[in-house]
Each structure stands twice: as structure tokens, then as C-alpha cells.
């Protein structure tokens, strides 16, 4: 809901703004999460999914769609006020290393490696995580040789806030609490629960700010064509179903292919 209500705010801003500002933008952005993880955080979401599941960053890139619009200060200076929405993976898979089994109607799991001793059938234990996020910024943006000529380069940065969203659903190995499973030949295997788990952080707000760089190539006295970068820096508080975990990391590099209308 939050973020249906800010598109139609920024909706109705770009519109009553279009008398104002010099250039209106449309943009398709391809979305590259930094996922930072670390051995010094230990409860890292980023860092526990890649230690453990066979996914991994490259699953979670994708696209979005970016909107915005460019006031200009100077011929050299601008403000440039932007939207980018609709970016949402849902990655799914399987413990790398863990196989699951039932016994007296509770689900475990054993080391994959110990499934020869095992004197039960096993299956594969999975669950999907969903990332989605949302950045509204605003950004100074300096052309240095100013807006003439077909190749405009330019670079700047700025700060914005990111709505996001994180879920998980599927099974979730506790490895907090391990338990020995004797079986009928008497050996004794490491084992830890199973838990059936449907958690999300949603529609979470976090701030962040960016550095940019690219070109834009004149097509016409009004159109031109915007190649681009964006290097995003955010971190969102967990404090709802993933209390206790670190901060997750919301930034990445977003590469973007947009067109420019220039009104004045």
C-alpha cells in the first residue's frame, strides 16, 4: 500500500512538474545486488543463503523500470528527481548440503554426506527467498561540458529512500539445535530440525545514497539516448520476522538504457 500511495504522489509531482523541469526520462533498468556478505557477520541473511542454499547472486538480478525527470541549475548543474520500480526475485532452491528425513512425525535433517548410513528414505530440503526493492532519490548530476554536441557525458550522486521487501518461505534447518540420530546399525549422525517457515519484512524503509556516471547521445533537439550507472549504498533494519539478523543489504549496481525528452 505504501508504496501504491508514493508512485501516485511522485505521479502527480512529475506532472504538475512538467512546466518546470527541462528533461522527462523513461528508463529500463538491469538490477545487480552487491548481497554484501561477511565472515564478521555471522547473521548476515545474504552471507546464511550463500553459505547454504545453491542459489546465489547472479539469481537475483533482474529488471526494473525507472521514471524521472531533470530540473536543470546550469548548463553544467541539475537535479534530477527519479523513481524505479517493479524490481522483484524470487529465488528458489535446495541446502547444498543437507538432506531431510522423518522420524516419529518430526522432519530433520542430516549432513548429505552421511546419507549412506541412513536407514530411512531422504528428500531434499528447499525453500524460496523473495527480494524486492524500490529506490525514490534524488540526485545532483554534473555535465561538464555542458548539453550541447551528440556525446554528453556525465556523473554525480546523491540520496534516496528504498522500500523493500524480504520473504522466505519453505523448509528451514536449525543449526542451533543438534540432536544425534542412532540408527539400526548403531551409528550416531548429527542431526538438526526441520521447520516448515513463511517469514517477510515487508514494505520496510531504509536510506540509502548513490554515486552515477554515463552519456547521453542527441538524437534530436529534444530526444536523446541515456546509457548509464548507478552504484546503490542502503542497508535495511530486520525487526519483524527476521529479528536478531544484521542489517540487509539493499545496494548493488543498477545499469540502466533510458530516452530523454528535453522540453526546453
Known amino acids: 500500500m505504501k508504496k501504491k500511495i508514493l508512485m501516485a504522489i511522485l505521479a502527480l509531482f512529475l506532472v504538475s512538474a512538467f512546466s518546470y523541469s527541462d528533461t522527462f526520462s523513461l528508463k529500463v533498468n538491469y538490477f545487480v545486488p552487491r548481497g554484501l556478505s ?3 557477520s555471522p ?18 538480478q533482474g529488471v526494473s523500470f525507472g521514471l524521472s525527470y531533470e530540473y536543470f541549475l546550469t548548463r553544467v548543474f541539475s537535479l534530477e528527481f527519479s523513481i524505479d520500480a ?3 526475485k524470487t529465488a528458489n532452491g535446495s541446502y547444498r548440503d543437507y538432506l531431510g528425513f522423518e522420524y516419529d512425525s518430526d522432519f530433520w535433517a542430516v549432513p548429505a554426506d552421511l546419507d549412506n548410513y541412513m536407514d530411512v528414505d531422504t528428500f531434499s530440503t528447499d ?15 554534473i555535465a561538464p561540458f555542458g548539453r550541447q554536441g551528440r556525446f554528453i557525458p556525465y556523473f554525480g550522486g546523491g540520496i534516496g529512500v528504498y522500500f ?5 518461505e519453505g523448509d528451514l534447518i536449525d543449526f542451533s539445535d ?3 540420530y542412532q540408527t539400526i546399525d548403531d551409528y550416531f549422525l548429527p542431526v538438526y530440525p526441520i521447520y516448515f517457515v513463511d517469514a517477510e519484512e515487508k514494505n520496510k524503509l531504509a536510506f540509502g545514497f548513490h554515486v552515477l556516471g554515463g552519456f547521453m547521445l542527441s538524437l534530436s533537439k529534444t530526444l536523446t539516448l541515456d546509457i548509464g550507472a548507478k552504484y546503490n549504498v542502503a542497508k ?6 527476521f529479528l536478531g539478523f544484521d542489517p540487509f543489504d ?5 545499469l540502466s538504457l533510458g530516452l530523454n525528452y528535453r522540453f526546453r
Open 236 to 241: 535495511g533494519k530486520m525487526s519483524d520476522a
Open 250 to 254: 539493499l545496494g548493488g549496481l543498477q
Open 178 to 180: 543438534e540432536y544425534e
Open 38 to 40: 561477511s565472515s564478521t
Open 164 to 168: 523493500w521487501t524480504v520473504r522466505m
Open 43 to 60: 547473521d548476515s541473511l545474504w552471507k546464511i543463503e550463500h553459505d547454504n542454499m545453491d542459489y546465489g547472486k547472479s539469481d537475483f
Open 127 to 141: 525453500h524460496s527467498l523473495t527480494v524486492s526493492i524500490m529506490p525514490i532519490q534524488i540526485s545532483l548530476k
Open 86 to 88: 517493479f524490481y522483484s
